[in-house]
């Protein structure tokens, strides 16, 4: 895409100097907000779950963190044993879920419209080749 703007610029008269500058202010402030979404959708949750994981398979598993009571408004520590089962270990990882769960969703919707789209067959011509030459040597 960058290129295809620079060469658009460049046809529209534009120095390649200042075209490369359009380019870096265009485009900078777009791969910074990709970069941004993918920490926050992908690398986060992954470190999340890496985190939990550990101290999941651990022997000797750290105590869980106090958590505020919102009925006493104290600070309480949980039960280790519940803390650890599985199904709080499942529900702190929900985001690594969400993401299985959309790759998930985009493999089957591949795979369904793959199933379903016919394509137009490729047809090479052979001859223009020919022609091309032909007329080259006339």
């Given at each position: ?20 500058t359009y ?8 791969l910074l ?106």
């Amino acid at each position: 895409m960058m290129r295809d703007t620079y060469n658009y610029f460049l046809e529209q008269g534009f120095s390649p100097e200042d075209s490369c500058t359009y380019i870096f202010l265009i485009y900078t402030p777009f791969l910074l907000f990709i970069s941004w979404v993918l920490e926050v959708i992908i690398d986060r949750p992954s470190k999340e779950f890496a985190g939990e994981f550990d101290r999941q398979i651990r022997r000797q598993q750290p105590n869980p963190m106090p958590v505020k009571n919102e009925e006493t408004g104290e600070m309480e520590r949980p039960d280790k044993k519940e803390f650890y089962s599985c199904s709080a270990f499942s529900g702190r990882i929900w985001p690594i879920w969400v993401f299985i769960g959309w790759l998930l969703f985009v493999l089957v919707s591949i795979e369904v419209f793959s199933a379903n789209h016919t394509y137009k067959p490729i047809v090479i011509n052979h001859n223009e080749k020919v022609e091309h030459e032909e007329q080259a040597s006339k």
